[in-house]
């Protein structure tokens, strides 16, 4: 609207001002800091500081046998432990090369998918937030809250779950978890509803988010955008349809993309709209799951101690911001010689000043809220 | 229904006329008996909105509230007025709290700022009625001065952020000041209308020419759409949602009270809520029939159809209380309004100003005009 008016008006250009938003900043998500400059409220400039939250975890792992970096990969990313778990799971399994029962997969994949409705929720409750809006957070935070008790029956924790653990899982699923997990997707199909009224269709929120910090598809590809904030841009990607893993090929689902509804491809609402449309699929997937989930063992024959053959392994997976890749290389040891965990929310971030640019720090948050970052994750 | 008294001075020159004291020492009363009456309504109305407001925002949140604090012994246990005295205790807590003045800071204008705001409402209130009879002054520039005096505040608001020395706090204050200098112009052009049809600044006027044709609101199709600019400008005129961009939690912190605390973070608040208050009394004033009750709604002097003694439902009391309830009516679409919708940007706010309300509010103007030379 006004703001390409505002941005060709190089004849009133002032002094520019920087502005640090954070590390103490609501609606940078974490400790994050931006450094941005500022030509009245627009914004010319944008530089990322992170490093706020870097707790070592890399080489941590170096010390740490197999089993003890579960909890470790838990605390990256804490708005989907039970994602980081599944990822550095299947890089483990991958580097022993071993089969897991088929009712382990199904549990994963439950779980999984649960997991990414859970944290889609908090990912749209504080995109409302950003743009100003209070009570979807609310909102989105109390049905998170059902998510997460169903975990809590399942495993006893509620947030850093240390529950999906390399060659299986921690506690087989009880029948009345499947009962209230049915209970809560009946609940939450209505509930859906209720967020496109009081988000999607409101014009306030349209008008704050439509054509507001596009990402170009090539751009994002160059930048290693993953997850939904590339989808956004219309580019069908989706590692459990493009290189499946697990179970995930044997389910029906879509990969919602971006298609510029409201506004331009690749815009805020695009994004935003893209996980909302990837909570049903993840509903779809988790009751196709319950329906045919078989019986058997919750654990794979594994060895005592974990001690792989010497050599390396890349394994990638599908989290609920993008694509997690674990790099680990092993010398025969029960301890990993190195880890190195490909953060899809630090790739998304470094969009962050390209496509800020131009925009006003208003729009700042919104892009960034767009983008759901979580800073345990990029900081590792 | 012949009025009690004229406004609170008249009455107080009336009382006054027959004590023989000093005439500076009367003079002294009747400006502080007033200023009393004042702060307790914008004390009052400040507890009991901000508890409303948290009530509003937490039913519409699926949250009960504030349940615990209740007044001398009395909570309402699970009952949904359970925490009906936190607001008297949140007002105690910013009270005794700590007040910090940043180092870097401008002292003197720092300290100035809270108060000028807090004049700025607190003036306002002397143009405000209640009821009929129940003003401070009734003078014959009443919404004059009103929307004079409530844009005072703004001084204030530049000079808090100014002197904070804080970049969120410049960013706000240069945003309120913008906001606000721009929203004056749709409301004042809104109540021009009605200036226009009744030919008098005079609030117990306006609503005297209500009871003797109807309410204002539907006078005409235009005066509908008055109200509509005029009170969704007074939303944006006291800085809520979807118009809160000064204070926008999310952009700027707090916007320009980022580096106020306790007592004078308590005057800025109490000023908000006394700023709606304003704004919706003079809505109902204006538009909504003032202190007179629904059945008025439209005057049929031909049509004797409600009986006389239906009008027993008018009068002082009643007066005051169906203006509260217009008003407090209005202040709860506001909080539905903060509890709904997210915030614009700045320059979508500035558009909606100068390219949508401002066109309107002229075109309005013109239309009415032909509207009373026709009929």
């Given at each position: ?41 627009i ?33 990256c ?9 599944h ?34 929720l ?56 499947i ?35 596009i ?15 590339l989808?956004?841009?219309?580019v ?35 994004r935003?709209?893209?996980r ?47 694509d ?57 | ?116 705001i ?6 306002t ?51 309120a ?17 009605v ?7 005079e609030?117990?006027?306006?609503v ?12 005409s ?35 320009w ?11 800025f ?9 304003i ?24 049509v ?17 209380f ?28 500035m ?13 309005n103007l013109v ?9």
């Open positions: 609207m006004g703001i390409d008016n505002l941005q060709d008006n190089s004849s009133i250009k002032a002094d520019e001002m920087v502005l640090n938003m954070g590390p103490q900043h609501p609606s940078t998500h974490g400790v994050l800091r931006l450094k941005i400059h500022t030509d009245g409220e914004v010319s400039k944008i530089d990322p500081i992170m490093g706020y939250l870097h707790r070592c975890f890399e080489k941590h792992c170096e010390n740490l046998s197999y089993e003890q970096v579960v909890p470790f990969v838990d605390r990313d804490y708005l989907a432990s039970m994602h980081m778990d990822a550095y799971s299947l890089a483990v399994e991958k580097l022993l090369d071993i089969e897991l029962p088929e009712r382990v997969e199904y549990i994963r994949v439950i779980i999984a998918e649960l997991q990414r409705i859970a944290s889609h908090v990912a749209i409750g504080t995109f409302g937030l950003d743009v100003g809006a209070i009570t979807p957070f609310t909102w989105t935070i109390s049905d998170r809250e059902r998510v997460i008790d169903l975990f809590e029956a399942l495993c006893g924790a509620r947030l850093l779950y240390n529950y999906i653990w390399p060659g299986g899982v921690s506690h087989d699923l009880s029948p009345k978890f009962d209230r997990t049915i209970e809560f997707l009946d609940y939450f199909d209505k509930k859906y509803d209720e967020y496109n009224e009081l988000l999607t269709g409101n014009p306030i929120f349209i008008e704050r988010t439509a054509d507001v910090g990402i170009p598809a090539d751009v994002g590809v160059d930048y290693g955008v993953t997850g939904p904030s989808r956004g841009s219309g069908d990607y989706d590692l459990r349809k493009t290189d499946p893993y697990s179970i995930y090929e044997k389910f029906e689902f879509e990969v919602p993309v971006g298609k510029g509804e409201m506004g331009t491809v690749g815009d805020c609402w695009d935003y709209w893209v909302m449309l990837e909570m049903k699929e993840s509903m779809k997937i988790v009751r196709q799951a319950i329906a045919s989930i078989p019986d058997g063992d919750v654990h794979a024959a594994m060895p005592k101690r974990i001690r792989p053959k010497k050599g390396s392994v890349y394994s990638r997976y599908e989290s609920a911001r993008g997690v890749g674990f790099y680990i290389i092993s010398n025969g040891k029960n301890v990993p010689v190195r880890l190195k965990m490909r953060s899809p929310a630090f790739c998304n971030l470094s969009i962050l000043s390209e496509v800020a640019e131009g925009w006003m720090i208003s729009d700042v948050c919104t892009i960034l809220g767009s983008l759901d970052i979580v800073l345990g994750e990029i900081d590792r | 229904m012949s009025s009690v008294v004229g406004s609170l001075n008249e009455l107080l020159v009336s009382l006054f006329s027959d004590i023989s004291l000093d005439v500076s020492f009367l003079f002294l009363l009747a400006v502080i008996i007033p200023g009393v009456v004042i702060f307790l309504i914008m004390t009052v109305n400040a507890i009991v909105a901000v508890y409303m407001e948290r009530k509003v925002s937490a039913f519409m949140q699926d949250r009960l509230g504030p349940m615990e604090v209740g007044i001398f012994g009395f909570k309402g246990g699970k009952k949904f007025w359970g925490g009906i005295g936190q607001t008297i205790a949140d007002a105690i807590k910013l009270l005794v709290k700590e007040d910090i003045i940043p180092n870097d800071a401008d002292r003197f204008l720092m300290i100035l700022a809270p108060f000028i807090f004049i700025g409402a607190f003036v209130f002397i143009g405000v009625p209640f009821s009929e009879g129940l003003i401070i002054s009734d003078f014959n520039i009443g919404i004059l001065y009103v929307i004079a005096m409530s844009s005072v505040g703004v001084i204030g608001i530049i000079l808090a952020g100014w002197s904070s020395n804080n970049k969120w706090s410049l960013y706000g204050a240069m945003r000041a913008a906001q606000i200098i721009s929203y004056e112009i749709p409301i004042g052009l809104s109540l021009i209308l200036v226009i049809v009744v030919g008098s600044l609030m117990s006027e306006i005297k020419w209500q009871a003797d044709n109807r309410w204002f609101i539907i006078h199709p235009f005066a509908m759409l008055g109200f509509f600019i005029f009170f969704i400008s007074g939303v944006a005129e006291t800085n809520r949602v979807p118009f809160d961009i000064p204070e926008a939690e999310s952009e700027l912190v707090a916007g009270m980022t580096e106020y605390s306790g007592f004078r973070w308590a005057l608040f109490l000023s908000e809520y006394t700023n709606m208050l704004v919706c009394i003079i809505a109902s004033v204006v538009f909504l029939g003032g202190w007179l009750s629904p059945f008025k709604i439209i005057n049929l002097p031909y004797d159809i409600i009986p006389d003694s239906f009008f027993i439902l008018d009068g002082f009391y009643l007066g005051l169906w203006l509260l309830i217009k008003a407090i009516f209005l202040i709860f679409v506001m909080m539905w309004f903060r509890w709904t919708f997210p915030r614009l940007r700045v320059d979508q706010l558009y909606l100003c100068w390219k949508v309300f401002i066109p309107f509010a002229l075109g239309f009415i005009c032909i509207w009373e030379l026709l009929f």
